[in-house]
């Protein structure tokens, strides 16, 4: 019996740590003018270290399919969200980017 429960808490362990393992990366989108734009291509540079870590989308707001995002961001970029919400703008913040990768791997690690 000792065996049974022990195997079973052995499998569920390496369920468990499987599921941990594939995870989902978050989605990062930058708002930029591709460019034009000489504050977003610092963004872009400063952001190429986080990539790995993130589903990265850059979104041209000169764009016509993108003239929601033009006439909301149009003086404010570069702008990154992280899943659909504002994390930052102008300037690359660290420290901005290393909370939102922690807050999303808690929150993912809970769910």
Known sequence: MWM???SALISWRVLCCRSMTTEVLP?????SKSGE???CDQMKEELEPYLHKVQYQEVDINLEE???WKNRYR???PVVH????FLMKHRFDPVAMREALMRYACKTDKD
Do not use: H, V
């Open 4 to 6: 049974t429960m022990r």
């Open 27 to 31: 989605r990062l989108t930058l708002f």
């Open 37 to 39: 734009c000489s504050l």
């Open 66 to 68: 993108n003239e929601f």
């Open 75 to 77: 003086y404010e970029i």
């Open 82 to 85: 992280m899943n659909g919400k």
